[in-house]
C-alpha cells in the first residue's frame, strides 16, 4: 500500500501536507501531493493539517485523528494559571488510585512529545504497598552505600538517609500509593530519558483534571540509573530494559491556595 492516499476529489491543491512535513516525505508534483523515498516518522502533521480531510498517511491514519473543531483556546491568564498551579504533592489520602485513572492519565502521558517521534516509552506501574515500602528500603540502602563511598551528591542524601533510620519516614516515595516506572529500551536510553521527561510532564499537568498529584521520584530514579542490583531485583525489568523516571501517584491530602513564584527570569538577545 502506497504510503500516502489522496482523495483527488476532495483535495484542493493547496500544498499544506508538504509545506508542514518536517522531513521532506511529501512533495507537490503536478499540483498534487505525492510521497518521496524519504523517511516518514509517522508525526501526522500532513493528516491534521488538511482543511479538507483529503489527506491519508498508512502511518498516521486519518481514522485516528480527532477533529479539532470549535477547540476551546484557554486564554492567556487562564493558561498561565493552570499552568503555574502545578505543584510536587508530597502527602497523599490513604485510598488507592482506581488502575482505570492511572491507564487514563498514562493515555495523556503518551500523547506528549518525543525526539523525532521516536516515543519508546513504556510504563510499569506499582500499586502495592508492600512492594513500595521494599521499593524505598533499598533506595536508602543505596544512598547509605553512596555516603560511605563519598559521593558528590552527599548534602542531598545524608538527611534523608537520617530522616529514615531515625522516623521510618518514607522520603522516598511519600507514601504515594502508587508509583509510575518510566522504562526504555537499554539501547535507547539516552532519547528515551527525554522522552520520558516530556512524558511524565504531560502526566503531570493532566493529572489535577482527575483528581490526582504527582511528584517525581528522583532519588528512585536515581538508585535505578545506577543498576542497583536490590532495586532491579524488585522491579523485575525485561532483559532489555531500563528505568528512565518515577512518578508517584495519589489523591492530594492538601490543596494549595495560592500560586508560588520563582527566581526572576533571565533571558538576553543575542544582536
Given at each position: 500500500?502506497?504510503?500516502i492516499?489522496?482523495?483527488?476529489?476532495?483535495?484542493s491543491?493547496?500544498?499544506?501536507?508538504?509545506?508542514?512535513?518536517p522531513?521532506?516525505?511529501i512533495?507537490?508534483?503536478n499540483?498534487?501531493?505525492?510521497a518521496?523515498?524519504?523517511?516518514?516518522?509517522a508525526?501526522g502533521?500532513?493528516v491534521a493539517?488538511?482543511p479538507?480531510?483529503?489527506?491519508?498517511?498508512?502511518?498516521a491514519?486519518?481514522?485516528k485523528?480527532l477533529p479539532l473543531?470549535?477547540?476551546?483556546v484557554?486564554d492567556?491568564?487562564t493558561?498561565?494559571?493552570f499552568?503555574?498551579?502545578?505543584?510536587?504533592?508530597?502527602?497523599?489520602k490513604?485510598?488507592?488510585?482506581?488502575?482505570?485513572?492511572?491507564?487514563?492519565l498514562l493515555?495523556?502521558?503518551?500523547?506528549a512529545p518525543s525526539?523525532g517521534?521516536?516515543?519508546?516509552v513504556?510504563?510499569?506501574?506499582i500499586?502495592?504497598?508492600e512492594t513500595l515500602h521494599?521499593?524505598?528500603?533499598?533506595?536508602?540502602?543505596?544512598?547509605e552505600e553512596?555516603l560511605?563511598n563519598?559521593s558528590a551528591?552527599?548534602q542531598?542524601?545524608s538527611?534523608?538517609?537520617?530522616t529514615y533510620?531515625?522516623?521510618?519516614?518514607?522520603?522516598?516515595?511519600?507514601?504515594?500509593p502508587?508509583?509510575?516506572?518510566?522504562?526504555?529500551?537499554k539501547?535507547?536510553?539516552?532519547?528515551?530519558r527525554d522522552?520520558?521527561?516530556f512524558?511524565?510532564?504531560?502526566a503531570e499537568?493532566?493529572?489535577?483534571?482527575?483528581?490526582?498529584g504527582?511528584?517525581?521520584?528522583g532519588?528512585?530514579?536515581?538508585?535505578?540509573s545506577?543498576n542497583?542490583?536490590?532495586?532491579?531485583?524488585?522491579?523485575?525489568l525485561?532483559?532489555?530494559?531500563?528505568?528512565?523516571?518515577?512518578?508517584?501517584v495519589?489523591?492530594?491530602?492538601?490543596?494549595?491556595k495560592?500560586?508560588?513564584?520563582r527566581n526572576?527570569?533571565?533571558?538576553?538577545w543575542?544582536?
Amino acid at each position: 500500500m502506497d504510503m500516502i492516499q489522496v482523495n483527488q476529489e476532495k483535495c484542493s491543491r493547496c500544498g499544506l501536507c508538504a509545506e508542514v512535513c518536517p522531513s521532506g516525505s511529501i512533495i507537490m508534483e503536478n499540483q498534487i501531493p505525492q510521497a518521496t523515498e524519504r523517511n516518514c516518522f509517522a508525526c501526522g502533521h500532513c493528516v491534521a493539517v488538511c482543511p479538507v480531510a483529503a489527506m491519508d498517511n498508512v502511518k498516521a491514519p486519518l481514522a485516528k485523528q480527532l477533529p479539532l473543531e470549535n477547540m476551546p483556546v484557554l486564554d492567556a491568564d487562564t493558561a498561565a494559571r493552570f499552568l503555574r498551579s502545578r505543584r510536587s504533592i508530597r502527602r497523599y489520602k490513604e485510598n488507592p488510585v482506581p488502575r482505570e485513572k492511572i491507564v487514563q492519565l498514562l493515555d495523556i502521558a503518551r500523547l506528549a512529545p518525543s525526539g523525532g517521534n521516536t516515543q519508546g516509552v513504556a510504563y510499569l506501574v506499582i500499586d502495592n504497598a508492600e512492594t513500595l515500602h521494599k521499593i524505598t528500603a533499598v533506595t536508602v540502602d543505596w544512598m547509605e552505600e553512596q555516603l560511605q563511598n563519598g559521593s558528590a551528591w552527599a548534602q542531598y542524601y545524608s538527611g534523608v538517609v537520617d530522616t529514615y533510620r531515625q522516623t521510618g519516614q518514607d522520603v522516598i516515595l511519600r507514601n504515594a500509593p502508587c508509583l509510575i516506572v518510566a522504562i526504555t529500551a537499554k539501547d535507547f536510553r539516552h532519547r528515551g530519558r527525554d522522552n520520558t521527561h516530556f512524558s511524565l510532564a504531560y502526566a503531570e499537568l493532566y493529572a489535577p483534571a482527575i483528581e490526582l498529584g504527582t511528584c517525581w521520584a528522583g532519588f528512585f530514579e536515581g538508585c535505578a540509573s545506577s543498576n542497583y542490583k536490590p532495586l532491579l531485583n524488585i522491579l523485575k525489568l525485561p532483559e532489555n530494559m531500563v528505568v528512565t523516571g518515577g512518578l508517584l501517584v495519589g489523591f492530594p491530602k492538601y490543596t494549595y491556595k495560592r500560586l508560588v513564584d520563582r527566581n526572576p527570569l533571565q533571558v538576553s538577545w543575542w544582536d
